[in-house]
């Protein structure tokens, strides 16, 4: 799975890679958990452009009668995301990138568990494929606030994450990003690109346990022990 992450990218570098005229205001992110907002980068409504804009992390179905549920669905199987009733619409008609330049997993050891930052091995940022949905709570009438979430989906560990986890996010190469935001690919064309990213491409590390608490977002998070 995928429960932490990191964004620390200068946003100029951010607009370049991604290729959006501009994004909402960050600061770096160390140690970015579920139910914050996060960069999501999404086809323009013209489907020739790119939006870039914050998400709330935990998707929240159109049907859900409160946001609660979003809590739970930070993640999405790949292998069941086409029929599974919280994402198969989504995975449909609404797909994004997730913006990231580092995720973290702990390693179960004897005295117990150590938190590893993985992340390219030049510290590049990357895009995790996701899903968003819009929902507004109907109890609040015409006036409800519409809210904007997201899920990261994930497949099986490559080998550099398999010491870690059996999980990891789908990292999609920059050259998939077309076709996974693209609202004319098809069912196979998308599944396709759900896979492990490469054996050799990333590299992990030990990290400060700081990190083991979601109130800590600091530079101390990303310190190798």
Same mark, same amino acid.
């Given at each position: ?9 200068? %946003? ?32 323009? $409504?013209?489907?020739?452009?790119? =939006? %870039? ?36 619409? %989504? ?13 973290? #997993?702990?390693?179960?050891?004897? =005295? ?20 968003? $949905?819009?929902?507004? =709570? ?27 986890? =059996? ?16 609202? #004319? ?17 990333? $590299? ?22």
């Amino acid at each position: 799975m995928c429960g932490r992450f990191t964004l620390r990218t200068p %946003a100029p570098k951010l607009i370049e890679i991604f290729q959006v005229d501009a994004i909402p205001k960050l600061s770096p992110r160390f140690n970015i958990a579920p139910t914050q907002l996060i960069l999501g980068i999404r086809a323009a $409504e013209s489907g020739s452009e790119r =939006d %870039a804009l914050m998400m709330r992390w935990g998707l929240i179905p159109f049907w859900a009668k409160d946001q609660s549920i979003g809590n739970r669905l930070i993640n999405a199987r790949s292998e069941t995301v086409a029929e599974k009733p919280s994402f198969r619409n %989504a995975f449909k008609k609404r797909r994004c990138l997730i913006v990231a330049d580092g995720f973290y #997993e702990w390693q179960k050891l004897e =005295d117990g568990k150590q938190p590893h930052l993985i992340q390219m091995p030049d510290a590049e940022p990357f895009a995790i494929a996701g899903l968003w $949905e819009s929902w507004r =709570d109907k109890s609040q009438g015409d006036d409800a606030k519409e809210v904007t979430s997201c899920t990261l989906l994930t497949t099986s560990a490559n080998q550099e994450m398999q010491a870690l986890h =059996d999980r990891m996010p789908v990292i999609l190469d920059p050259a998939d990003w077309a076709t996974w935001l693209s609202p #004319e690919s098809s069912v196979a064309q998308r599944q396709a690109l759900l896979k492990p990213l490469s054996d050799g491409s990333l $590299e992990h590390f030990p990290v400060s346990k700081v990190v083991n608490r979601p109130i800590n977002d600091t530079p101390e998070c990303i310190q190798p022990v």
